[in-house]
C-alpha cells in the first residue's frame, strides 16, 4: 500500500543516517543481522548500506510484503517490522487470535505503540488540510509552530512536512 511510505517517519523521522541506540540504522532502521542476513546489504567497518536510502528502501519494501505474506495482515506485518515475526508469532500464540487489537496486549510496549502511530501519521498525512495542521516556517531553524498554535521542534518535523506536501514518493511500496 502506498501508505507505507509514512513509515520511515516513524522509524527515522526521514533521517538517512539515523542510528538507534539498539544499532539499527537508516531510514528504516534496520538491524546489521537483518539487513545483512536477510537482505544482503553489507554492513561492516567500511560500509554500511543500511544507511543508502535506495537499497534500504528497497529491502524495507521486500521485508514488509514478506511479512504480509507471512501474516496476511497489515498491522500484524507492522507489529512484526518492529518487534520481529517472531515475537508477534508468539503473542498470537500467547493469546490465542490473529489480529493485532486481539493480541495487542500480548506485545511489547513498544509494538503496541507502533501501529498507532503508524495509523495516526499516515492520518495526518492524508487529512492534515482538513484540520489545518501545516507548517509553518520561521526565522529559527530549531523551532516552528504549526497552525493550531502548538510549538514543536523543527528538524525532522520539517523534513516530514516537506516529504508529505511538497515531494512525490519514487518508491513503489
Same mark, same amino acid.
Given at each position: 500500500?502506498?501508505? !507505507?511510505?509514512?513509515?520511515? =517517519?516513524?522509524?527515522?523521522?526521514?533521517?538517512?543516517?539515523?542510528?538507534?541506540?539498539?544499532?539499527?540504522?537508516? !531510514?528504516?532502521?534496520?538491524?546489521?543481522?537483518?539487513?545483512?542476513?536477510?537482505?544482503?546489504?553489507?554492513?561492516?567497518?567500511?560500509?554500511?548500506?543500511?544507511?543508502?536510502?535506495?537499497?534500504?528502501?528497497? %529491502?524495507?519494501?521486500?521485508? !514488509?510484503?514478506?511479512?504480509?505474506?507471512?501474516?496476511?495482515?497489515?498491522? =500484524?506485518?507492522? %507489529?512484526?517490522?518492529?518487534?520481529?515475526?517472531?515475537?508477534?508469532?508468539? %503473542?498470537?500464540?500467547?493469546?490465542?487470535?490473529?489480529?493485532?487489537?486481539?493480541?495487542?496486549?500480548?506485545?511489547?510496549?513498544?509494538?503496541? %505503540?507502533?501501529?498507532?502511530?503508524?495509523?495516526?501519521?499516515?492520518?495526518?498525512?492524508?487529512?492534515?488540510?482538513?484540520?489545518?495542521?501545516?507548517?509553518? =516556517?520561521?526565522?529559527?531553524?530549531?523551532?516552528?509552530?504549526?497552525?493550531?498554535?502548538?510549538?514543536?521542534?523543527?528538524?525532522?518535523?520539517?523534513?516530514?512536512?516537506?516529504?508529505?506536501?511538497?515531494?512525490?514518493?519514487?518508491?513503489?511500496?
Amino acid at each position: 500500500p502506498e501508505e !507505507l511510505k509514512y513509515l520511515s =517517519l516513524i522509524e527515522s523521522g526521514l533521517e538517512p543516517k539515523a542510528l538507534s541506540n539498539k544499532g539499527a540504522g537508516g !531510514l528504516w532502521q534496520f538491524m546489521p543481522y537483518t539487513a545483512r542476513g536477510d537482505f544482503g546489504m553489507r554492513v561492516d567497518s567500511f560500509v554500511d548500506e543500511r544507511f543508502d536510502v535506495e537499497k534500504a528502501t528497497e %529491502a524495507a519494501c521486500k521485508y !514488509l510484503g514478506q511479512l504480509y505474506r507471512i501474516f496476511g495482515d497489515w498491522h =500484524l506485518a507492522l %507489529a512484526a517490522y518492529n518487534t520481529g515475526p517472531g515475537n508477534v508469532k508468539r %503473542a498470537i500464540r500467547k493469546c490465542g487470535k490473529s489480529d493485532f487489537w486481539d493480541i495487542y496486549n500480548c506485545l511489547p510496549k513498544q509494538t503496541r %505503540a507502533y501501529v498507532p502511530q503508524f495509523i495516526a501519521m499516515n492520518y495526518m498525512m492524508n487529512y492534515n488540510w482538513d484540520h489545518a495542521i501545516h507548517a509553518q =516556517l520561521g526565522s529559527c531553524d530549531t523551532c516552528g509552530k504549526i497552525s493550531s498554535g502548538y510549538s514543536f521542534r523543527y528538524g525532522t518535523r520539517q523534513r516530514i512536512f516537506e516529504f508529505g506536501f511538497n515531494e512525490s514518493f519514487s518508491y513503489d511500496l
